[in-house]
């Protein structure tokens, strides 16, 4: 069951450690949402990006005979991209905005990793004294 589950959990762990969900501006309810609907909507538009980078990268490179076949690098978009997207969304001139998503898209395409199937990490076992770690235990 928890295979079925993964993509879900990445997704909330990129929400809350790359995009940074829960680094709120204030702490009255308001500003918590403002904060909160602000940065679902930059996730939202970045992966409508990302998928339209990745269909873009891969018409160019169908074809070329590489070994694997690539995917945007979502580190890199999150980390970069995420303060350009501001600019596209506060852009009154249509004309420039088009402008502008076209150039980010295409930066987005530039930056691929390979998807390696069948890829396994050997993990290390490290004894650990405590059962949980302190990060995840309950405040209660």
């Not at 790359?18 to 500003?31: I, P, Q, V």
């Not at 891969?58 to 995420?82: D, L, M, P, Q, T």
Request: aromatic share 8%; proline share 2%; hydrophobic share 35%.
């Amino acid at each position: 069951m928890y295979s079925k589950r993964w993509g879900i959990e990445t997704k909330y762990g990129e929400l809350k450690r790359k995009h940074e969900t829960e680094n709120f501006s204030g702490r009255l309810m308001d500003n918590v949402k403002q904060d909160f609907f602000a940065t679902m909507t930059v996730a939202n538009m970045l992966a409508s990006f990302v998928r339209e980078a990745e269909r873009k990268a891969a018409k160019e490179r169908s074809g070329s005979g590489n070994k694997y076949e690539y995917k945007v690098n979502v580190n890199h978009v999150v980390g970069v991209y995420k303060e350009l997207i501001i600019g596209v969304i506060i852009e009154e001139r249509l004309r420039v905005r088009s402008r502008l998503m076209r150039e980010l898209i295409d930066c987005m395409k530039r930056r691929v990793t390979p998807i390696r199937p069948g890829r396994e990490v050997a993990r290390k076992t490290c004894p650990r004294k405590a059962r949980f770690h302190h990060n995840h235990k309950s405040n209660c």
